[in-house]
């Protein structure tokens, strides 16, 4: 069975380094200007340069997203940008807006070309017009079912590659299309600056009634009716395979490393089990699918892969079981130095989450490394701390332990 490549979102160099240690084939990610993440932390010339080496030493790929909507007088830059990404090394760019498309292939002919699911794709002549113009690959548009998907796949040049999504949040919008952030906050999604409005909460008003607010009800958190569910495709990777998908992305180029690490690390062991077999797929699903809730997500279902998602919309606020608590930096004589990010005590139960998994352990100790001091709790992000551990670690690991508001 070929395994289709597992692709993974890489805000900076943070998440990258993420993403390469739990197993991801690619990743994509950005400079400072033309992607449509503005508020990512993205890569300056020089952290890209380390992130492609870190790449290519490990035998993966980085995809720069050049996915903008340029105007006239961004197009020069835009290109400029493209031929300097280049000639530092990346694999490809990912392009949405067909002038852009048409000037790198005339300015700089030698970088593949992926054609973003902000292009629409919808159809196998639209997907057969850009492989003639060029274009290595084509992430379709997220409203094509998986029937859809495998009928345009026998009509394309083998050639021409299939991208689409298998996890993360979606937009409400039209294949990512949505003019709401524009219209509400000045800050245009297609200029990489969404401010979500969509998760925000909404009431009804009657045009008869005028300053008469009908609040939506739908349970005490309130309710949020333009939020689409986040995708998940886990339980459905067979038919990705068949349908002649040949990349496999993750959403969240602003999620943190952990997020990263952790639905990375899922989504390896379950192509890696499916390679093996099916049936040895279709066991781990349980176990498999616990974890990804370990991680923040909404309400998830499968998208339009299967026809119209059901339910449409209405995905209320984030949930986890676990929390992210702290990064490995380094482990010496049974002792491991983390860099904190939430609150833990001793006596807790954390989870050791590594490329092969997860390993739950009790603290039995937290000690601050400039004095030397055992405390029963720590709780300043940043801060730095040494505990005991009953097994090895590595540097860029991840302790995860109870999330107590999911408790409650």
Known sequence: MHIPELLAPAGGMPQLKAALRFGADAVYGALQSYGLR????NFTEETLKEALMLCHENGKKFYITLNILPYDDEMQGFVD???KAWQMGVDAAIVSDIGAFLALRREVPQLPVHISTQANTLNSETALFFAQMGAERVVLARELSLRQIAQMRQKLPEALEIETFVHGAMC???SGRCMLSDHLTARGGNRGACAQPCRWEYALVEKKRPGEYIPIEED??????????????LHHLPEMVSAGIASLKIEGRMKTEYYVANTVM?????????????EAYRAALPQLEQELLKASHRAMNTGFFFGAPQPAAGAN????TMEYVARVEEFRDGYATLHLKNRFYVGDTLELLCPGGSRPFRVEQIILPESGESVETVSVAGQRVKIPLPFPAEEGDFLRGPNRNHQK
């Open 38 to 41: 503005a508020f990512a932390g």
């Open 81 to 83: 940008t493209a031929k």
């Open 172 to 174: 409400m919008s039209y």
């Open 220 to 233: 005490g958190r309130g309710t949020y009716l333009l939020s689409a569910y986040d995708l998940c495709m």
């Open 266 to 278: 899922v989504y390896r062991k379950a192509l890696d089990l499916l390679q093996i077999s099916e």
């Open 317 to 320: 606020g984030f949930s986890q």
